[in-house]
């Protein structure tokens, strides 16, 4: 996607030949810090994020998760007195820098947190809210990107009848799931999910399980996750976060069945956290 995120000044061609050919990664962290004041919450940590997986973050209660996600698309600069150092590589730029345009960063990486947040207008509106102050006026357009988008989210044929009923009139998966294709809407290439579901009923949670499985063939998908079977069911790599260090990231399976750290094991077998 070209990216209006900064401007370029090159354009560099690779080419690859077939033996070089590696799975493609979106998103290179170096040594990155977080701190809140003088308080560092996330220790210089470095992971490299692949390109169509999900990564499900794991570990305890205060340990960095949700400050590492809302790095990756600068929302943790909203938190007063926060910072960050080191890289965190996106399409070859640092996202990090100064001279980044954040709203084009946050469209392009997308969140979505642990409790549904609706706006207070119609479910057609909530989708095309955004898109309109970003300048798209013809009905047409809004009308087949809502569809497309709902489409995306499996809430389409729940909701094709009711676009004009209040967002609030949904129960709260159909929420969730409203506010995946509200960030869909603005296409996106990697989606973060705070704890999409742990607000939701269990049926409800599996339907978001099975839209992100889905969904990972168009975008990459970082998602946080106290549950350590939904990390199990719908992550290809997890990473386990431990007082802000990264203690161990690999494939799920090899996390979840023979993890190399003796903490990691301790972890997902229960004995704390
Ligand atoms: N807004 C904030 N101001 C100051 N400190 C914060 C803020 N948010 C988080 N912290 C601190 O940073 C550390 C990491 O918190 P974070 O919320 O990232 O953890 P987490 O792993 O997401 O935890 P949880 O599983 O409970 O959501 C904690 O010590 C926390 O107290
Ligand atoms: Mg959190």
């Known amino acids: 996607m070209v990216t209006a995120i900064k401007e370029r000044t090159t354009v560099e061609v690779t080419v690859q030949s077939k033996s070089e050919f590696q799975p493609e990664n979106i ?100 989708i095309t809210h955004a898109l309109k102050f970003a300048g798209i006026k013809k009905k047409s357009l809004l009308d087949e990107i809502v569809e497309e988008s709902l489409k995306k989210a499996a809430l389409w044929d729940e909701v094709k009848d009711r676009l004009d009923k209040s967002a609030y009139s949904l129960s709260g998966g159909q929420q969730q799931r409203l506010c995946i294709a509200r960030t869909i809407a603005m296409k996106p290439t990697v989606i973060l999910l705070d704890e999409p579901s742990s607000a939701l009923d269990p049926i409800s949670n599996a339907k978001i399980e099975d839209l992100i499985v889905k969904l990972k063939k168009d975008y990459s998908i970082m998602i946080v996750t106290h549950n350590m079977q939904q990390a199990s069911r719908v992550s290809d790599k997890t990473a386990f976060f431990l007082s802000g260090d990264l203690i161990e990231y690999d494939h799920t399976e090899k996390i979840f069945t023979n993890p190399s750290v003796k903490k990691t094991e301790e972890y997902i077998s229960g004995r704390f956290g």
């Open 27 to 126: 998103l290179t962290v170096n040594n990155l810090e977080v701190f809140y004041g003088e308080k560092r919450a996330v220790n210089g940590i470095s992971m490299i994020v692949e390109k169509n997986a999900v990564t499900a973050l794991i570990g305890p209660s205060g340990c960095g998760k949700s400050t590492f996600l809302r790095s990756i698309n600068r929302m943790n600069d909203l938190i007063p007195g926060a910072s960050a150092k080191g890289e965190i590589v996106y399409e070859g730029l640092n996202i990090l820098s100064d001279d980044i345009n954040v709203v084009a960063l946050r469209k392009e990486i997308g969140m979505v947190f642990q409790k549904p947040n609706p706006f207070p207008k119609s479910i057609y509106e909530n």
